[in-house]
């Protein structure tokens, strides 16, 4: 029996590809007007972004234990193994609470096999690694192959983001108002990536939007490797504009078309608001023997 792969709704990938590889998503869960959502099944991140413009506040919870021991149990029952790859420690407490609900399992039911992996990702970066080893575990990776693989993108996935409209960051706390007001109109927006540590942390401002495409496409080059051989991952809020500016310039500059685009997730999303502009490579590009 071939390994499962399961991961969150902050993993944002094609829907072709989920289906292709049988990616299971757990949702995180997203309130807004005093209600609850399960992300990507009760309400949509098209949803979330249209009702944000209209000054709906959203935010997110994570995935509760609960929620985790009553999944990871009924696959153990049915003897199916599994890899649950969790988005970034760093940015939610939702690979704790997998972690808690496996460590009472395996005290439970000590022969079932299965692993909890933090990938220090988000977004198109966890659809990444969940993509390249699921697609392994479709072709009968062993458990220790492919969390082999996963360490390895893991170490090199790197992420880069833009928010463009800074009042959502001051909605949520994490900009202070003046900022908000004097960025906007300067039409300043922060460049942020992902660390080591799978936490957000700002690298560089800029103003205007050709200096900022510039900008993360100068990153690609920096910081990516063999940009022509590997695929380029965008998650974008709602803004398609944005996003077709950087393929444009970014496919000119490596010489390739091989991009994969999609509409950011709410998980994400409800935090850094519409018009936000995502994307992902890896630092050390290898593609992974066929298992």
């Known amino acids: 029996m071939n ?5 969150d709704s902050a993993c944002d990938i ?8 049988d990616i299971e998503i757990m949702p995180v869960y997203v309130t807004g007007d005093t209600k609850n959502y399960r992300d990507g099944i009760d309400i949509t991140s098209e949803l979330v972004y249209k009702n944000m413009r209209s000054g709906v506040r959203y935010k997110t919870s994570q995935i509760p234990y609960g929620d985790f021991f009553k999944r990871f149990e009924a696959l153990i029952l049915e003897k199916q193994p599994f890899i649950y790859l969790s988005f970034s420690s760093g940015l939610s407490g939702t690979y704790q609470a997998a972690t808690l609900a496996a460590r009472d399992l395996k005290e439970t039911y000590p022969e079932a096999v299965f692993e909890v992996v933090d990938t220090k990702a988000v977004c198109y970066g966890l659809g990444h690694i969940v993509y390249a080893v699921a697609k ?7 458990m220790d192959e492919l969390i082999k693989q996963s360490s390895y993108y893991i170490k090199h996935v790197k992420h880069v983001f833009t928010v463009t409209d800074l009042q959502y960051l001051y909605r949520g706390g994490r900009l202070n108002k003046g900022t908000a007001i004097i960025g906007n109109m300067l039409h300043i927006n922060p460049l942020l990536v992902v660390d080591e540590a799978g936490e957000l942390k700002q690298i560089d401002k800029i103003r205007g939007e050709k200096k900022l495409i510039k900008k993360m496409v100068d990153y690609l080059e920096v910081y990516g490797n063999q940009m022509n051989a590997q695929t380029i991952g965008i998650s974008h809020a709602d803004n398609p504009d944005l996003a077709a500016s950087f393929v444009k310039l970014a496919g000119k500059r490596f010489n390739t ?10 998980t994400v999303g409800t935090h850094t608001g519409p018009g936000t502009l995502a994307v992902f490579f890896f630092d050390e590009w290898k593609e992974w023997p066929r298992i």
């Open 3 to 7: 390994i499962k792969i399961i991961t």
């Open 14 to 21: 094609l829907e072709d590809d989920r289906d292709a590889y």
């Open 136 to 142: 392994a575990a479709k072709n009968g990776g062993t």
């Open 257 to 266: 078309d091989n991009f994969k685009i999609v509409q950011l997730g709410a």
